[in-house]
C-alpha cells in the first residue's frame, strides 16, 4: 500500500497547530491553486517554516505568526511572518544559513525582512 505525501498546505497547518499548541497563535494564509511539488521543494520548505517558526518561539517574543503559501505559475513561495521585537544585528544564524543552502539548491531566493518593533517577515521563492 502506498502512502499519500501530505499536501504543502496541510504540513504546515500541522506546524501551526503544534506551534499555536506551544503557546504562539498561528495562522496558515495558502493563496493560488494548490499543486502537487516536488518532495524536494516541498521538504525545503516544510523546513523553513519549520526553522522560522522555531526561531519566532525562541527569540521573537511574539504575540502572533502567519504561515502564508502563496502558488505561483511557475514558482512557490512561503513566508513565515511575526509580530514581535525584530532583528537586532546580523540575522544571519545557522537556521537561516541552512534554509538559504537549502533554496540556493533549488535555484530559489531567500529574502529576511525587519524592523524593530514590528517583526520579522522570511520569504522563501522557489521553482515548483
Not at 39 to 58: C, F, P
Request: charged fraction near 25%.
Amino acid at each position: 500500500m502506498r502512502r499519500v505525501r501530505p499536501s504543502g498546505s496541510e504540513q504546515l497547518e500541522a506546524l501551526a497547530l503544534e506551534s499555536t499548541a506551544a503557546g504562539l497563535p498561528t495562522s496558515v494564509d495558502v493563496q493560488g491553486a494548490e499543486r502537487r511539488l516536488g518532495s524536494d521543494v516541498q521538504v525545503a520548505l516544510y523546513r523553513a517554516a519549520q526553522e522560522g517558526l522555531t526561531n519566532i518561539h525562541k527569540h521573537a517574543n511574539a504575540h502572533t505568526a502567519v504561515l502564508r503559501l502563496v502558488y505561483l505559475p511557475s514558482s512557490v513561495s512561503l513566508e513565515v511572518r511575526d509580530d514581535g521585537r525584530g532583528l537586532g544585528g546580523d540575522p544571519g544564524g545557522f537556521g537561516l544559513v541552512g534554509i538559504r543552502e537549502r533554496v540556493d539548491r533549488l535555484g530559489g531566493s531567500l529574502a529576511v525582512e525587519s524592523t524593530p518593533g514590528t517583526g520579522v517577515a522570511v520569504r522563501v521563492e522557489v521553482p515548483g
